[in-house]
């Protein structure tokens, strides 16, 4: 099983830009797919991005498509979520995740880390 530690969160103002990091450690890192997801206080965690084991495929929810760049280093055993033009709706702790399947579906998931805090000021 792959564990995973998130870091790069923090305060920042609307527009601004913030990258994350997800260090893997175990093995098998590069078979795994990884996605990035989001919980907002009172709210269920959500979809934001996924990238195939290669990185050749990703896909986006829709309210960060076109405003973050999910990426990976299989060499560093690391992904990596680019956070551009941000707003205060994507404030939340972010998380990263593996799963073997191409698939959106929180469920699927079946390695987190422990999340890092966004927070985006107005």
């Known amino acids: 099983q792959v564990q995973l530690v998130e870091s790069g969160g923090g305060l920042v103002q609307a527009g601004g830009s913030l990258m994350l990091s997800c260090a893997a450690s175990?093995?098998?890192?590069?078979?795994?797919?990884m996605g990035w997801f989001r919980q907002a206080p009172g709210k269920e965690r959500e979809f934001v991005a996924r990238?195939?084991?290669?990185?050749?495929?990703?896909y986006y929810a829709d309210y960060v498509k076109g405003r973050f760049t999910i990426a990976r280093d299989n060499a560093k055993n690391t992904v990596y979520l680019q956070m551009n033009i941000l707003k205060p709706e994507d404030t939340a702790v972010y998380y990263c995740?593996?799963?073997?399947?191409?698939?959106?579906?929180?469920?699927?998931?079946?390695?987190w880390g422990q999340g890092t805090q966004v927070t985006v000021s107005s």
């Open positions: 995740a593996a799963t073997f399947k191409m698939t959106i579906n929180v469920d699927a998931y079946r390695a």
């Open positions: 175990g093995r098998s890192f590069s078979s795994n797919v």
């Open positions: 990238i195939s084991w290669n990185g050749g495929n990703s």
